[in-house]
């Protein structure tokens, strides 16, 4: 009993007075999409609200801009109704209408770390060709520009694609031949590849769609400027980058997947529900009369040594001895990719070898690891 | 504005970044850490673990990791 296995058929068997062929699906393949948090679901940092630009707004997603202000960044900014098949989008409005200078650029971009992108062997004579793929819908129409930049910023590919109806969400396409040259950054936790989408760039930082060039480009000549027009959207969602030269179909990966990605680079305790109210995070032993100390396991782990950040001291309180105190200071005194040790500071009354612990005070606390490229 | 953190035990090893409430140790491989090597370079404020702002400080950032 012969049976094909076909590529584009799938598999066919012959059965009683004919033959039965399975459909052909494409197999879900970890990582076949480079970008993380590419259907722009994770929003730890603003859970929804607006952030400016010169910042990361959506996780893994940063605002670059060489001008404060000019721009910001919202889940879900505008309430339109996202593509089929997403929830949520990314959304930029203007804020002003500013006349880009020569020397100024305003990106949404997203960094690749070397680990994720080292088996595509850019800067060789094996490099593979990649395909990107986005929803897309803005205000304004015409020829819109990003790039792909290597770490170094010395080699780079803008590349143009046309908004053609104002408000619509597009599907949109771009393929990429990898670069036989360049300095691209081997499998490490540093950054590789810069993916850009501009909002406006500067003749300096402009270049011929298309090609690559040994120079820094951000956009393509030419392309349409958001920040230009006061008021102006610029909304994107399914954003994907894959081996090939054929967009596919966008790979959703499950919700705690994504998260767990995202918190590689960012990973922030906040209250969830919104609420107000105590609660304990992080349990503390007193050093002596001011410094208490915490050791703390980090997992999944992080990219690197995580900086910690945190809300405001008036949103935690310690409780120890009976007593509760505010402290005067939190700050990372160690830390590896997979721990952190912290130090909180009191301004007295503490007793060595007691036991206590840090709490959030209210709905805006957070405490928050970042180890970002 | 940077501050030093010392450890428990005296040492330098860590940085505070006053306009964020941001810290980190001595880590090259972290962005925030780079960032303060770069504008303590160039000339941003540092103050060691008691707040007095370093003199040196060009000279300390060179000798760090």
């Keep these: 009993m012969p049976i094909t296995l076909d590529g584009s058929n799938g598999i066919t068997t012959p059965m009683y007075n004919g033959s039965i062929t399975a459909n052909a699906v494409t197999p879900s393949v970890n990582m076949k999409n480079r970008i993380i948090n590419g259907a722009m679901v994770i929003d730890q940092r603003n859970a929804g609200a607006s952030s400016g630009s010169g910042v990361y707004t959506l996780d893994r997603w940063q605002a670059l801009a060489t001008q404060s202000s000019k721009y910001t960044v919202q889940q879900n900014a505008g309430s339109v109704t996202p593509p089929a098949g997403f929830t949520n989008y990314l959304g930029v409005t203007s804020s002003s209408a500013y006349s880009v200078g020569a020397t100024d650029y305003f990106y949404i971009n997203q960094n690749i770390e070397g680990y994720n992108w080292a088996d595509l062997n850019w800067g060789s004579a094996n490099a593979k060709t990649v395909t990107l793929s986005f929803w897309v819908r803005s205000s304004l129409t015409g020829t819109f520009g990003g790039s792909f930049v290597n770490w170094a910023g010395n080699y780079s590919y803008p590349f143009s694609y046309t908004i053609s109806a104002a408000n619509t969400w597009e599907y949109k396409t771009v393929t990429v031949v990898g670069p036989s040259a360049g300095t691209w950054v081997g499998a490490t936790n540093g950054g590789s590849l810069q993916l850009y989408f501009s909002l406006g760039t500067g003749t300096t930082y402009s270049g011929t769609a298309g090609s690559w060039s040994a120079n820094y480009y951000g956009s393509a000549t030419g392309a349409v400027s958001v920040v230009g027009t006061n008021g102006a959207t610029f909304y994107i969602t399914g954003v994907q980058l894959e081996v090939g030269s054929t967009a596919t179909s966008f790979d959703y990966r499950p919700y705690g997947t994504e998260l767990a990605l995202c918190q590689r680079y960012y990973k922030r305790i906040s209250r969830v529900d919104g609420s107000g109210g105590d609660y304990g995070i992080i349990n503390f032993c007193d050093w002596n009369g001011t410094d208490s100390y915490s050791g703390n396991i980090i997992s999944p782990n992080m990219r690197t040594s995580p900086s910690l950040s945190y809300s405001a001291l008036s949103d935690f309180t310690y409780l120890e001895g009976g007593s509760t105190k505010t402290p005067t200071g939190i700050v990372s005194v160690g830390s590896g990719p997979n721990y952190i040790e912290i130090n909180v500071v009191w301004s007295g009354g503490l007793t060595a070898g007691r036991a206590g612990w840090l709490r959030m005070t209210g709905a805006s606390a957070w405490l928050a690891f970042s180890s970002e490229l | ?65």
């Design chain 2, 1 to 65: 504005m940077y501050k030093l953190i010392k450890s428990m035990d005296g040492l330098n090893v860590a940085v505070f970044r006053q306009n964020d409430n941001t810290s980190f140790v001595f880590a090259p491989d972290n962005t925030d850490y780079q960032t303060f090597k770069k504008e303590v370079l160039a000339g941003a404020e540092l103050q060691d673990a008691d707040g007095n702002v370093m003199t040196q400080a060009n000279q300390f950032v060179a000798s760090l990791p």
